[in-house]
């Protein structure tokens, strides 16, 4: 079974600073996605970023990054800039590109915090 | 407005009253998923479904049933509530894979439940 772990429960940055998120997961599989989505207070569940396993290239979205180490399995998660509404819940996801696409499997959250 | 609708949002009920949450998405999405998020566990998933009449276990199925009569909705049905099923509820959607599809899970708004 594929597992996501994020190690990082809580952390902490000062705005306009840069943060850097942790997850590591563990599969047998050479297709899958990778994600991270962000939940502020309000619960909702917002994509932030989204990584094919097969592309080498990392993925970007304005101020967010990846750092994805296929062979490594690890999927870092780069916030730059940081600003008070960057504050959430983040999750690392895996999910599997064909076969048995149906599961997919979150980490535990880090809890941002962005300090003025 | 595309989007995926969860009701209630929240809801308090006793042991053993049968309750469904329903899930509607407008967004022609094949498959769709529940999971459960518990503090410091992440989202577990409970069942997904592919397609129309296909459903399938998730991680913590126990307790759970769903039903896919229709594409646009995906209920989750408590037969018998318990205590330990006390947790905040999602439903997500997405396209179907293959490769295509960019994989994205679009969630719902949550739904707080507590047994008692």
């Known amino acids: 079974a594929q597992t996501v772990t994020q190690s990082q429960p809580e952390m902490s940055v000062q705005e306009a600073e840069t943060v850097t998120l942790s997850c590591t997961y563990d599969?047998?599989?050479?297709?899958?996605?990778l994600f991270w989505y962000k939940q502020p207070p309000s619960r909702q569940m917002i994509l932030v970023i989204r990584?094919?396993?097969?592309?080498?290239q990392n993925a970007t979205e304005n101020r967010f990054s990846v750092n994805f180490q296929k062979a490594a399995k690890s999927f870092s998660l780069k916030i730059s800039d940081s600003q008070l509404g960057d504050a959430a819940m983040y999750f690392c996801?895996?999910?599997?590109?064909?076969?048995?696409?149906?599961?997919?499997?979150f980490g535990d959250g880090t809890t941002l915090t962005v300090k003025p | 407005e595309a989007q995926v609708t969860q009701n209630p949002r929240y809801l308090i009920t006793v042991t053993g009253k049968k309750l469904t949450v329903t899930c509607s998405q407008n967004?022609?999405?094949?498959?769709m998923s529940w999971y459960r998020q518990d503090p410091g566990l992440g989202l577990r998933q409970i069942y997904y479904s592919m397609n129309v009449e296909v459903t399938d276990k998730g991680d913590v199925p126990e307790g759970y049933k769903v039903s896919r009569k229709e594409k646009r909705n995906f209920p989750l049905i408590l037969e018998s509530p318990s205590p330990n099923q006390t947790s905040l509820y999602f439903c997500a959607s997405s396209l179907s894979i293959p490769r295509l599809n960019t994989g994205e899970l679009f969630f719902g708004e949550g739904s707080r439940l507590t047994v008692l």
């Open positions: 990584q094919e396993a097969y592309k080498q």
């Open positions: 599969t047998s599989e050479s297709d899958y996605y």
């Open positions: 967004m022609n999405h094949e498959y």
């Open positions: 996801a895996y999910r599997r590109y064909n076969t048995n696409a149906g599961k997919s499997t």
